[in-house]
């Protein structure tokens, strides 16, 4: 089976080479191409179904081993932030998906070549077809690769406010803003507290002897609320 040029680059870039190209050539069909081509034609959507399962399993072991003092509500929010849909479709676009997805006539008229829908599932069959083709181990260091700098943004220990702003991100929230709403104690030894707000709501507040460290502990405090707790 022929390949795109941009599917090749695609390939290369993932650092695999498909013994069966038919399995990513599938994997970047949406249904509105087969549709148009007929019987016979395989769409994304089996892949995607096992690739939202293998890309979960992969960061839920990654975040397990990772953050042994996280409990089951930690892990789930930090999941969250990382599987998303604007999560996943960017990494499409870096990947290149956005060139090779084949989509109907109708879909490449209204822009679905870039929507973050069809990236999103198309990249979940990515990984559903790469671990079928590379099995287990080549397809986990693949993928945890293409993982990393998201886990290392959301998954500091300490960072609080990153870990904020992918969860509010992945939960469609306004972006945190931050407010100091007292200054107590010298200059040389001042305490500070700063409000946290989403919104029009305030959800927590932070103390500590910088600016900076109070909105990291209102950042704490806010992930642990029950605004954001986890499903």
Request: proline share 4%.
């Amino acid at each position: 089976m022929s390949v795109s040029p941009a599917t090749d680059e695609l390939a290369r870039r993932m650092g695999h080479a498909f013994g069966d190209q038919q399995l990513l050539t599938a994997a970047l069909t949406h249904r509105s191409w087969s549709n148009e081509h007929g019987p016979g034609t395989v769409d994304y959507e089996r892949l995607e179904f096992l690739g939202d399962a293998v890309v979960e399993l992969l960061l839920t072991e990654a975040l397990y081993r990772r953050h042994p003092g996280l409990d089951e509500g930690g892990m789930t929010r930090m999941r969250a932030a990382l599987v998303n849909e604007t999560a996943l479709a960017d990494m499409a676009r870096g990947l290149g998906l956005a060139e090779c997805v084949r989509v109907g006539k109708g879909e490449e008229l209204s822009g679905g070549r870039d929507k973050d829908s069809i990236l999103s599932d198309s990249l979940e069959a990515v990984c559903g077809a790469l671990f079928l083709d590379a099995g287990f181990e080549r397809s986990r260091e693949i993928i945890l690769g293409w993982f990393r700098p998201l886990v290392d943004k959301v998954g500091g220990e300490a960072d609080y406010k990153s870990r904020l702003q992918a969860l509010v991100q992945a939960l469609g929230e306004p972006t945190p803003r931050y407010r100091t709403v007292e200054e107590v104690g010298p200059d040389h030894d001042k305490i500070f507290e700063v409000a946290l707000f989403v919104g029009p709501d305030r959800i927590s507040a932070g103390r500590g002897r910088s600016k900076k460290d109070a909105s990291q502990q209102a950042a704490k405090v806010a992930l642990d609320s029950p605004r954001f707790q986890g499903p």
